[in-house]
Every structure is written in structure tokens, then in C-alpha cells.
């Protein structure tokens, strides 16, 4: 039995099953998809967002904001520990990149021009993430 904070690991072929060639582009290579163009870019339902490869609870759709950049926005994750940040050099300028902390996939990128409480802004790509919506 694999106890909350084991971490996942599986090999590439593993995860090229697992995943559609989106995901794992985002979650495995560290791709973005295109703005606008994610699921939940426009989706206010209520629940908790989920690493799309492996399940781990990541954000509460309380947090989300509409930040008008073209990917879901969150102000914080669910709880500290779920998300890894790790610095990204592969801009010009550095950044903030924010991985599942359960099997290190590539969610997005953190920026501090978010809403209060926070200030930050976690921006993620869509086929990154699954909604489990609340229930009634």
C-alpha cells in the first residue's frame, strides 16, 4: 500500500501509456499548450484539481481566479508540500516552474502578480490538471 507522500516513479514508456501526447508533452518534456485552449481555462466549477498523471490533490477551485492569460489560475495549492518549484532557465529571464511533488511532472510556472491573499499566481496548463468535481 503507497502511503500519501510516496513518491511515483515510472519510466518513460510508463508514462507515454498513461498519458495522451499532450499530457505527456506538459507533464513529462515541460511543453505549455497554447492559451486559451485548455479545459479548464473558463471552468468554475467547484472541486479539487488533480495532477492529471497521477492523481495527487494539487489545487481547490476556491483559489482559482480568471488571471486573463490564457491558462487556470490558482492563488495557492490546496495544501504546502503538494507542489515542488524549481527554477526554469530556459527563458531568457529566470522563472519559477511548479511540479506535482507526488511524480514531479511539469504543471506550470508560479508568478507574483496574483490576488491577495497570496500576491502569486499559479499559472498551469490544463491537460495537466483533472477536475473532481464537488458533489451536490
Not at 503507497?2 to 513529462?28: A, C, F, G, H, N
Not at 511533488?101 to 496548463?125: I, S
Amino acid at each position: 500500500m503507497r502511503t500519501m507522500d510516496e513518491k511515483i516513479t515510472l519510466t518513460d514508456d510508463e508514462w507515454r501509456q498513461r498519458l495522451t501526447p499532450e499530457q505527456y508533452s506538459v507533464l513529462r518534456k515541460a511543453a505549455t499548450e497554447r492559451p486559451f485552449t485548455g479545459q479548464y481555462v473558463h471552468v468554475d466549477a467547484a472541486g479539487i484539481y488533480r495532477c492529471a498523471g497521477c492523481g495527487a490533490e494539487l489545487f481547490s477551485s476556491d483559489a482559482k481566479f480568471d488571471s486573463g492569460t490564457g491558462w487556470p489560475s490558482f492563488y495557492e495549492p490546496l495544501r504546502e508540500g503538494a507542489v515542488e518549484e524549481h527554477r526554469d532557465w530556459s527563458m531568457i529571464i529566470p522563472r519559477t516552474e511548479i511540479r506535482c511533488a507526488k511524480c514531479g511532472g511539469h504543471l506550470g510556472h508560479v508568478f507574483p502578480d496574483g490576488p491577495e491573499p497570496t500576491g502569486q499566481r499559479y499559472c498551469m496548463n490544463s491537460c495537466a490538471l483533472k477536475l473532481e468535481k464537488q458533489k451536490s
